[in-house]
């Protein structure tokens, strides 16, 4: 492993087999009476949260913890700059404390490699802007390897609001690294600005056709829409995002009981996917949280346990 | 990331068998292993009067299937079947800061609980004495059994830990420059013990062969 | 080659310098007395007479041009003098071979008052290293709604003829119109910061395109600044006044110049040396990538604008190179990328740039490079004593270019106050060793006198 993971481009597709090998380890200690292994003890993880997400803090809370690991969370809501205070200034402040990993997230994309040229620790990217989630994608090829077993030659389909998926870009690199097939489907204003070279990628297409893609996926990830969006004109109303890109009621028919469905969340339920595909014996969206806590234990176990210095 | 040397699951495992022969002078053959392993496995009928209540544990890699050898020596004395397990301990070690990290392996407890039973340590080289500790610690984190003992094939002394085998197929004094080897045919695809001088003047590093 | 000579009072002394054997506009060898602020002649090699009591500069196989000409300068004085001062962003522009700039007006006060401007002006005197000119705002504090003080401002000291919101786009059509047709009244000319701000979201902080696509940065495409453009040259017809577009980056900016100018419309335009070297993959690459070293507004742009920027400059489409010197302090840099200001340093590296990017590719020849950073510029900022070329008689504003220079920008030698300078590291062939203010150097052998 290199020293940080601020992008799914730190990761080769045997890292990720490493990684994977190891959350199997990690997960089998979820379901012990005693979760906790030493591996990590005198350690110090840092969860940076500029933006809030209490769903990626505590995954990786815990996973620290059950690392023994000493965890400690700093959230700072609103960007920094409007405080007066450098980003750069921040996070040193903080890693003099004597840190070893900073996981962070930043509503900005690129915040974790700016601040992984500034400091010693191993910078975990837990999120930025709109760039990358490499976690995210980890657990969620983990999850889906294993339900369907190994993804190569799969197809995968993501689906939604794509331009500002940072979940979307990570998976897209992950799932083609694993060999996966990968179908991007979006209406045109919601395709990130010249994401057609990226088709050019083997086993990358892109679709404005949910209804074409379905049909021949082994697998559908669904990404949040935010209404938001809304005000930016990139689509008219819920009603028709939903009509056109949402994963209802008679879409789950067309896929088959074994096409595994997922949700980095948090869902909009009745926008981007109906209540009953979200409840679906076929949805994987708690097998992606508790997946959630191994991987990240995985991924702090490989940054943090080997050689000093290395 | 780059990969590390070694496939996942595979520990320090050299690589999967090669069946190369160590250098070094053979110090067990291949019928020296299996006369130790017999006699383990009747020390350990004898000592704990009967097979109730045992539960092998092999600590990866090669204790596993040293644990999975006395098992069926047991199975064929006594006509029980002893439960097998492995217990990996990589995450309990005190080194782990000094190596690349490597992933960990299995840890497979055969039975529900191991409250109450007797648990039996396996692995090959009885070293420095801090893979036993760590495996202590591992399993004091999955329950606890009543007794607990060590079946090792071979203690090469120098503890640096009040840690003592209760079973040893042989005791071989060494010195600490030298390196003990042990091959299996599960593993390794050759059997045997050897001794050899370390390949440079660097002591072996306490620890990396248990 | 005869011998120009005018009648001398004095006997010399340390007004007077004898620059020797430069190269003027890279075309002939001569040597120049300057005295008494202008060129008082001009020989071969040797053949001036009576130059006793002259300093010597010896300028052997240097390029002799006019004193460059900025039309598009932040000095940051009034408000952030802890990332330029007027005083400080003078010696950058000396030590870069300007003899006068055009400070912009998106100060702290902005400069939408006579009494502002007299302000920066008179600071620029104090400095005496270049001519300092005040940027007028278009409208009052850059609000892009009510005119500015633009008479007024014409009328003081500082005498304001070039009016710009730069930073700020004049995004109302009715303003853009009304402004264009008052300064007709004095011959003003607005210089504009062409980028639609809708087409521009607030956060947009690169180029819009696969990259930032990728690095999941919110961009602004190059029609933002087309639009506008294409819409300004349109009221430049109506109005019959004067359009500058400022900082053009796009090949669309240059398709709409180039037809523009084919109908003979009333519009100029300029190019960052910025826009003619760096591409905006700098992003991914540079240091680690995400360095809002490279962050700057117009955003750096895919190489085939660059190299449409490079054409156009050549051809003249592109009238001048104007630097967008952007001083900031290190601190308004170390926000993440999208929080980062916008801007770069330009003044000391600009001429080295285009030398590199035009000259070394036989793009332009040196009189070229006189045309685009001096005469031309001066000519459409209406400042009658720069540029003027270096035949006698004229103000003795020169500056000498090594053109086989090697030098390596290292940031931290700037004399600028801030260090957010893009070309850090880089290797150039040509480098500025000395610039004359009026027959004073200000700077010698590449360095403040």
Not at chain 1, 109 to 130: E, F, I, L, P
Not at chain 3, 72 to 79: F, M, N, S, V
Not at chain 3, 130 to 139: I, K, L, M, S, Y
Request: proline content about 6%.
């Amino acid at each position: 492993m290199r020293k940080h993971l601020l992008s799914i481009d730190d990761v080769s597709a045997d890292d990720a087999a490493t990684l994977f090998a190891t959350a199997a380890e990690m997960h089998d200690v979820q379901h012990r009476e005693v979760k906790k292994l030493p591996a990590l003890r005198g350690r110090t993880v840092i969860n940076l949260f500029f933006e809030d997400s209490t769903r990626t803090r505590s995954s990786f809370e815990i996973a620290g913890k059950w690392l023994s690991a000493d965890t400690i969370n700093i959230t700072g809501k609103g960007s920094s700059a409007s405080k007066g205070e450098s980003l750069r200034d921040t996070v040193l402040t903080i890693c003099a404390m004597g840190v070893d990993a900073l996981v962070m997230r930043h509503a900005a994309s690129g915040a974790a490699h700016q601040v992984s040229q500034w400091v010693d620790a191993a910078v975990v990217n837990a999120g930025d802007g709109t760039h990358e989630h490499p976690s995210q994608a980890l657990l969620d090829a983990y999850t889906l390897q294993r339900r369907i077993g190994p993804l190569e030659g799969r197809h995968v389909a993501i689906v939604g609001d794509l331009t500002h998926s940072r979940v979307f870009r990570s998976n897209v690199k992950l799932l083609l690294k694993l060999g996966a097939r990968v179908t991007a489907v979006a209406p045109p204003t919601l395709m990130p600005s010249g994401v057609t070279p990226w088709s050019q990628a083997d086993g990358f297409a892109l679709s404005w056709d949910l209804d074409e893609v379905l049909p021949t996926a082994d697998a559908v990830m669904m990404l949040r829409v935010q209404k938001e969006r809304m005000s930016g004109g990139f689509f008219p109303t819920p009603r028709e995002y939903t009509v056109g890109y949402g994963l209802t009621r008679d879409r789950l028919g067309v896929l088959g009981p074994d096409v595994p469905i997922c949700h980095p969340g948090p869902m909009n339920r009745g926008l981007e996917i109906a209540a009953d595909a979200a409840d679906a014996a076929q949805s994987v969206v708690l097998d992606q949280v508790s997946a959630g806590v191994a991987v990240r234990m995985a991924i702090l176990y490989h940054l943090l346990a080997g050689e000093e210095n290395a | 990331m780059s990969a590390p040397d070694r496939t996942p699951g595979q520990g320090d495992l050299p690589a999967p068998p090669s069946g190369e022969t160590p250098d070094g002078r053979v110090v067990l053959d291949e019928r020296d292993v299996a006369r130790a392993l017999t006699r383990i496995s009747h020390e350990i009928l004898e000592r704990n009067k009967g097979a109730g209540d045992l539960v092998l544990l092999g600590i990866p890699s090669r204790g596993v299937p040293l644990a999975q050898r006395i098992a069926d020596r047991i199975r064929s004395t006594e006509g029980v079947e002893v439960p097998v397990g492995s217990l990996d301990v990589t995450m309990y070690r005190d080194d782990l800061r000094r190596h690349p990290a490597r992933g960990p392996q299995r840890t497979e407890i055969p039975v529900p609980t191991l409250d109450g039973r007797t648990v039996v340590l396996v692995d090959d080289v009885l070293y420095s004495g801090r893979t036993v500790r760590s495996a202590l610690d591992a399993m004091n984190d999955l329950g606890r059994p009543d007794v607990v003992r060590l079946a090792v094939l071979v203690d090469r002394g120098h503890h640096q830990l009040p840690i003592r085998a209760d079973h040893v197929g042989k005791n071989l004094p060494s010195a600490r420059t030298e390196r003990v080897m042990v091959r299996l045919a599960e593993l390794d695809g050759v059997e045997g013990v050897w001794i050899a001088d370390a390949d440079d003047d660097r002591p072996s590093r306490v620890g990396s062969d248990s | 080659m005869s011998t120009h000579s005018q009648p001398r009072t004095d006997t010399g002394g340390p007004d007077v310098v004898l620059v020797r054997g430069a190269s003027v506009l890279g075309e002939r060898t001569a040597d120049l007395l300057l005295r008494d602020g202008v060129v008082a002649a001009v020989g071969g090699p040797g053949e001036l007479g009576d130059t006793d009591g002259a300093r010597v500069v010896d300028a052997d196989g240097m390029v002799a041009l006019p004193g460059l000409v900025d039309l598009h300068t932040h000095l940051r004085q009034p408000g952030r003098e802890d990332a330029e001062t007027v005083a400080s962003g003078s010696r950058a522009a000396a030590v870069g071979g300007y003899t006068a700039v055009l400070a912009m007006a998106n100060t702290t006060p902005v400069t939408d008052t006579a009494e502002a401007a007299e302000h920066v002006h008179d600071l620029g005197v104090a400095a005496g290293l270049v001519d300092v000119h005040p940027v007028g705002a278009v409208t009052r504090g850059l609000g892009g709604e009510e005119l500015a003080e633009l008479g007024l401002m014409h009328r003081s000291r500082a005498a304001v003829k070039v009016f710009s919101d730069d930073g700020r786009c004049v995004a109302n059509p009715r303003v853009m119109r009304r402004a264009l047709e008052y300064v007709k009244a004095f011959g003003g000319v607005i210089s504009q910061h062409s980028q639609d701000p809708d087409l521009a979201g607030p956060t947009a902080c690169c180029h819009e395109g696969e990259l930032s696509g990728r690095l999941g940065l919110p961009g602004w495409p190059g029609v933002a600044e087309e639009v506008v453009v294409a819409r300004d040259v349109m009221l430049a017809r109506h109005t019959g006044s004067r359009v500058h577009v400022a900082h053009a980056s796009t090949a669309g900016t240059v398709e709409v110049l180039r037809w523009a100018k084919a109908q003979g419309y009333p519009v100029t335009a300029e190019v960052t040396p910025h826009h003619l070297l760096l591409t905006t993959d700098l992003l991914a690459t540079a240091n680690g990538g995400y360095d809002p070293t490279y962050k700057v507004n117009p955003p750096l742009r895919p190489e085939e604008d660059v190299l449409a920027l490079r054409e156009a400059l050549a051809d003249g489409t592109i009238d001048v190179v104007a630097t967008d010197h952007a001083p900031h302090a290190r601190h308004d840099k170390q926000h993440a990328f999208v929080d980062a200001a916008f801007g770069m340093l330009g003044l000391e590296t600009a001429l080295s740039v285009v030398a590199s990017v035009m000259v070394e590719p036989g793009l332009l020849t040196w009189a070229d490079v006189a045309r685009v950073m001096s005469s031309r510029p001066a000519e459409i900022a209406g400042l009658d004593r720069q540029g003027r070329g270096l035949e006698v008689g004229a103000p003795a504003n020169l500056v000498l270019v090594d053109p086989s220079a090697d030098i390596t920008v290292d940031r931290d030698a700037s004399v600028s106050l801030s260090r957010n300078n893009p070309y850090d590291g880089r290797r150039f062939g040509a480098a500025v060793r000395a610039t004359f203010l009026r027959g004073t150097p200000t700077v010698l052998d590449g360095a403040l006198v």
